[in-house]
């Protein structure tokens, strides 16, 4: 079946730790997305990236980092410089945009993450 | 600055039509976007909206006047099933914006 995968689940790290989330897609979609969600609020743009070895920032990219080494996997590490990093972590992966083009975006089932 | 606006909270009942509205400031745009999101889970798409208009899937509407800077999402016949938080979002210049998503409460 084709779609996109985070694992795990369920992350609990200590505070001061790097942790790093994993996306993968099977989809053959060139863009892929990090959103952050909080609670009562919409999705965040962490990072994002159309091409392989190539990403961008998003509007809260400050504290994470993210690498694009293979079409398919596009992992975001949290570190320990992001203040508040307790959140539902989600990837997406999409075509790249086109004029007219209705390029849905695909989401993983998330990652919730909590800093103890 | 860029701005997405729709309601936090609506309830309705079960069997009846309720509208989600959206209006949006974006620095382009290219396409406005519905997804439904369930607590807990990952969005899924709904609709797609880029030329003014209607667009009708089953018992889902979504409509967009891109002169008003203005969406709709029409759910018709709700079901309890349909208890979940809506996302407007916007595909601008480079990137999509969501709202803040707006959370239904189906009442039986």
């Known amino acids: 079946d084709g779609g996109i995968t985070q694992s795990p689940k369920y992350l609990f790290r200590k505070e001061g730790q790097n942790v790093t989330l994993s996306c993968e897609q099977n989809?053959?979609?060139?863009?892929m997305y990090w959103y952050r969600q909080d609670p009562g609020q919409g999705l965040r743009l962490i990072y994002y990236s159309q091409i392989v070895n190539d990403f961008q920032k998003g509007d809260i990219a400050e504290g994470y980092s993210v690498s694009r080494e293979k079409k398919e996997s596009f992992p975001l590490t949290v570190t320990s410089a992001q203040k508040n990093p307790t959140a539902f972590y989600l990837c997406a992966s999409s075509i790249v945009p086109g004029p007219d083009m209705d390029n849905e975006q695909f989401f993983g089932p998330g990652t919730r993450l909590t800093v103890l | 600055g860029q701005n997405i606006d729709q309601p936090t909270e609506m309830t309705a009942t079960e069997g009846a039509i309720v509208q989600i509205n959206c209006t949006y400031q974006t620095s382009g745009f290219n396409g406005l976007f519905w997804y439904q999101q369930h607590a807990g889970e990952a969005p899924t798409f709904l609709s797609y909206?880029?030329?003014?208009g209607l667009e009708e899937k089953g018992r889902f509407s979504s409509f967009l006047s891109r002169s008003k800077g203005y969406s709709y999402l029409l759910l018709k016949e709700l079901q309890m099933k349909d208890s979940a938080s809506y996302l407007c979002a916007v595909r601008g210049d480079d990137k999509i914006i969501f709202g803040k998503g707006t959370r239904l409460h189906i009442l039986p």
């Open positions: 989809l053959n979609h060139d863009a």
């Open positions: 909206n880029v030329l003014d």
